[in-house]
Structure formats: structure tokens, C-alpha cells
């Protein structure tokens, strides 16, 4: 029987990224729908898992994703409320790669900082993002004294109460307006992690570099100029001015890896949901 990966996408065209990692990951088939609202979501899902026997429906799996995170929350939602009884499928929610993205760099960041970070104060720049609250979520969970930066108080706020919404965990947030007060969030961090938009600067080396007590920075931004000036986009664990440095394309790797992992598992049985949490304890496993 040939495995199906149902792909409900919020944007106008479903992600292609998404679809040949599908493949890569070995769907048989990916069957992508862009632009999905919440209306539309039964007669998709119940097409899906009506099809086949419940003994079956391990067969059978679908993939949540675009670039709102917030759309694409209310779409999980109303997946999980279609299932009922055997009728139920495994979940990927991945909107944007940020579930994804989001556990290899923290991943990548407690295992360099020792695989302990309870008590470390874990400064997250932007962390307003779909990957900077998804991040700081995992961190916070993991026990770091987690600190998210914003160059607006009020987006801030909301983001904190967002994270500790879904994460049942609390963050601190500073106002950052710009590259000039970066110094001042990151004094008793141990942790860094800049999770903005591509292309904008964040951090500047004279900030980070030879900060005592300082020990992991890591961007996920690979257009230049980068997150953290000093950071290159391959280093991978790469020491810089005394501090152990992740950027995009090191932390992708692992996210490559995890996202198609992730959809393989899915296959194993019909009631997985893998969001942030447990995408992350499965790149534990990796």
C-alpha cells in the first residue's frame, strides 16, 4: 500500500520545499493543496482517513505547513477535532520549517553548551519569529532562564504570552531597537541565538566576541549580512573568539535530517502529533 502525505499549505501555492522533502522522505505520493482555510479542512481530512481501514491509516499522513504560524495553528486544530475514534492519522506541523528549524539549533546549542542548560540565561534576538518563540519555547522547557529580544515592547509582550501559552514556561523580554543595544540583553548569557528575518544584522562582533561567560552563538539566517556578525554560515561547532559558533547552513543540516525523519515516523503509526516538543526529542534521537 502506498504511503500518502496529505499536505495542507495556508499560502496560495503549497510549499514545493515541503513537497520534495516529502518525497525525499519516502511518501509515494504527496497530495498538496494550497491556501487551505479552516472551512476547508473536514472534507479534506475526511477524504483522507475514509479511504482506507483504520488498520490501514498508518499509510496515511499529513503535513501542516506555510508561512503564518498563527493560520496554521487554527488548521491543526481543526484537523485534530475532524479525527474521531480509529479515524485518525499522524500529524506533521511544521509551518515555515520553524518546529524543525527551531529544534536543531536548540539542539545544536544545549549539546555544545555541556547537554545541560538549567539555569542558563538563553538570550533569543527577534524572538518574536515563528522559529525565535518556537526556540525560546524548547529552551524554557529544557529549564534555561530564557530572554527574548524585540524591537517593538509590545509585539514583545505578546510573544511571551504566546510562549507561555503554548509552552506552559515563562520569558523575559527586553526591548532591542537595534545592533547598538545588542551588548547590553546579552550581559550573563550563556546562550545566543538570533532568529530574524534573512539579511539583517542583529548582533555585531563586538558584542559577542570574548564575552566572558559566554559559551554558544547561533543564527539561522544564511543571507548576508548575517544575525551574528563573526558567524559564518557553515560553521557547525566552529570556535570564534573563545565561543563555540552555529550558523545556517550547520544548523541545516541537522534540520534536513530531522524534517525527513520526522515524516518517515509518521508512517510507523496513526496517531503521532509531532510539534515542537516532539520534534525535538526526536532530534534528540538522531
Known amino acids: 500500500m502506498k504511503k500518502l502525505l496529505l499536505q495542507l499549505d495556508v499560502d496560495r501555492h503549497a510549499s514545493v520545499f515541503d513537497r520534495v522533502v516529502g518525497y525525499d522522505a519516502g511518501a509515494d505520493a504527496v497530495l498538496s493543496y494550497g491556501g487551505v ?5 473536514r472534507s479534506l ?6 479511504t482506507r481501514g483504520p488498520k490501514d491509516l498508518h499509510n496515511t499522513a499529513i503535513f501542516i505547513g506555510g508561512s503564518d504560524i498563527g493560520r496554521a495553528e487554527r488548521l491543526l486544530g481543526e484537523v485534530e477535532r475532524t479525527f474521531f475514534g480509529p479515524f485518525r492519522v499522524s500529524i506533521l506541523f511544521d509551518p515555515n520549517g520553524s518546529n524543525t528549524t527551531a529544534a ?49 515592547a509590545t509585539r514583545g509582550q505578546a510573544a511571551a504570552a504566546q510562549i507561555r501559552e ?3 514556561e515563562s520569558v523575559d523580554v527586553v526591548p532591542v531597537a537595534g545592533p547598538a543595544e545588542a551588548a547590553s540583553a546579552l550581559e550573563g548569557a550563556e546562550l545566543v541565538l538570533a532568529s530574524g528575518p534573512t539579511g539583517v544584522q542583529l548582533v555585531p562582533r563586538a558584542a559577542w566576541a570574548g564575552r566572558a561567560g559566554l559559551r554558544v552563538v547561533a543564527d539561522v539566517n544564511a543571507v548576508p549580512p ?9 560553521d557547525d561547532g566552529v570556535e570564534r573568539d573563545g565561543v563555540l559558533a552555529f550558523g545556517a547552513l550547520g544548523i541545516g543540516r541537522l534540520k534536513m535530517k530531522l524534517h525527513k525523519a520526522c515524516i518517515a515516523r509518521l508512517f510507523e503509526r496513526n496517531d503521532l502529533i509531532l510539534d515542537s516538543e516532539a520534534i525535538y526529542d526526536l532530534a534528540a534521537e538522531l
Do not use: N, Y
Not at 481530512?45 to 475514509?50: C, K, N, P, R, Y
Open 37 to 41: 482555510a479552516e472551512d476547508d479542512v
Open 45 to 50: 481530512v475526511h477524504g483522507a482517513i475514509f
Open 104 to 152: 536543531a539549533a536548540v539542539l545544536k546549542m544545549v549539546r555544545a553548551a555541556g547537554g545541560d542548560v538549567r539555569g542558563r540565561r538563553a538570550v533569543v534576538f527577534a524572538g518574536t519569529g515563528p522559529v525565535g518563540t518556537r526556540a525560546a519555547g524548547l529552551l524554557a522547557r529544557l529549564g534555561a532562564q530564557v530572554v527574548i529580544t524585540s524591537r517593538d
Open 166 to 168: 503554548r509552552f506552559r
Open 226 to 234: 548575517l544575525g551574528i556578525e563573526g558567524v559564518e554560515s557553515a
